[in-house]
């Protein structure tokens, strides 16, 4: 082993509910310590989930997606439109702002930790690039309902234009939180000009593969090792605290505004 | 050009005093490292705001980030323009993208902000980070 290698955490936490997904990447952020190692966390969704972006307006959920589906609806302490997640693996990094490698723009983040996504992809035999300016369409104003709906720059598309992988941020002052959705299979949520990792691939890839293909492709494009190590009794407590206050409250799922001011805007937009 | 007449924070917010009101908004720097700016969550006049915590929230290219409180107090006034013209804090931060005014609570705080001289050396090093 090369001991000058840097070391990140690693955290496969299968296939929870979305009120424990998204309070545990939420703990993991807001437990940051300078001085820390990145963390790389991969897990899936069951039951299946429809998440909200930071700042969505649930009154705009449409209204096929509100039936008497198994769903749990949640909303992201991330931005960005709707995401339903069904057979999908979803990445997180968190990483400490004081980190080299915690990007100092939006944009120098998905860059950053979209790279090793392109190559764990082309390992499982799909092509993908960042869509790019040139190609990206400006988000519409409203923009759609879903993430997968609509393409940004940053998004990962395979060759046909098709999206694949979308991801969205927060940053705190201890630490920065980015997390995506890869679908393994179908294209959730009917959502036209998206497609999946068994579409781009043709064959089936099995989660545990496409969880082993981000592995290797982390440790090649930083150069880094992993320690597996489960979440700490403080995040599992913090995970829970976040739960009762925000991803299994219905008052932050159906609202989530500091003030209406922003929710006026979000009607409106 | 920052103005000289303003305190800062670490985390890129501006501090305006006049009397025992202080004007917030984010700096120049964190206007344009954020980009596109697409929602702003201020918090309501009458709020407490604590300094060092999370007063309002900005989202720009599916990334949120949290601003900070640099002063404890009391909001009396919110910029309600803002949220609905964003483009006025990319534009102008340190003028007509002011975020919140706050009747401040501990004055003693103020000793605790940069100097324009002070910040631009820390926005320096971490330009190079």
């Known amino acids: ?269 | 050009m920052r103005p000289q007449d303003l305190k800062y924070t670490k985390t890129h917010e501006w501090v305006k005093v006049e009397g025992d009101t202080a004007t917030i908004g984010i700096t120049d720097f964190a206007a344009s490292h954020l980009s596109d700016l697409v929602y702003l969550d201020l918090p309501e006049v009458q709020d407490s705001t604590t300094a060092g915590k999370c007063f309002a929230e900005i989202e720009s290219v599916k990334a949120v980030a949290d601003i900070y409180a640099p002063v404890t107090g009391e909001v009396v006034a919110i910029n309600a323009e803002a949220p609905d013209d964003l483009e006025k804090i990319s534009r102008d931060p340190f003028g007509a993208g002011w975020l919140v005014k706050i009747k401040l609570a501990k004055t003693e705080e103020l000793r605790d902000l940069l100097t324009v001289e002070q910040y631009e050396k820390f926005v320096e090093q971490e330009s190079k980070k």
């Open chain 1, 1 to 269: 082993m090369n001991d000058a290698r840097a070391r990140w955490r690693l955290l496969r936490t299968g296939a929870c509910a979305p009120a424990w997904n998204l309070a545990v990447d939420e703990a993991l952020l807001m437990l940051a310590a300078p001085g820390g190692a990145p963390t790389l966390r991969l897990y899936g969704w069951s039951p299946h989930g429809l998440s909200l972006g930071r700042f969505q307006d649930a009154a705009t959920i449409p209204r096929e997606f509100r039936p008497t589906e198994p769903w749990t609806l949640v909303r992201r302490p991330t931005g960005g439109g709707a995401i339903h997640h069904a057979n999908e693996l979803t990445y997180s990094v968190v990483i400490s702002s004081d980190h080299a490698l915690t990007p100092r723009t939006p944009m120098e983040g998905y860059a950053r930790f979209h790279a090793p996504l392109v190559r764990a992809l082309a390992s499982l035999g799909a092509s993908t690039r960042e869509r790019g300016e040139e190609g990206a369409p400006p988000l519409p104003r409203p923009r759609t309902f879903f993430c997968f709906g609509q393409s940004a720059s940053s998004d990962l598309v395979t060759e046909d234009g098709l999206k694949i992988l979308g991801s969205a941020q927060r940053r705190t002052r201890r630490g920065f939180l980015q997390h995506g959705s890869l679908p393994l299979e179908g294209t959730a949520g009917a959502q036209r000009g998206a497609t999946s990792v068994a579409d781009a691939c043709d064959r089936i890839v099995a989660f545990a593969d496409a969880e082993a293909a981000i592995i290797e492709a982390f440790r090649a494009e930083f150069g880094i090792d992993f320690v597996e190590l489960a979440l700490t009794d403080a995040e599992v407590q913090l995970t829970r605290e976040r739960i009762r206050d925000r991803y299994g409250n219905d008052d932050w799922t159906m609202g989530g505004f500091r003030s209406r001011t922003a929710a006026r805007r979000t009607i409106e937009s």
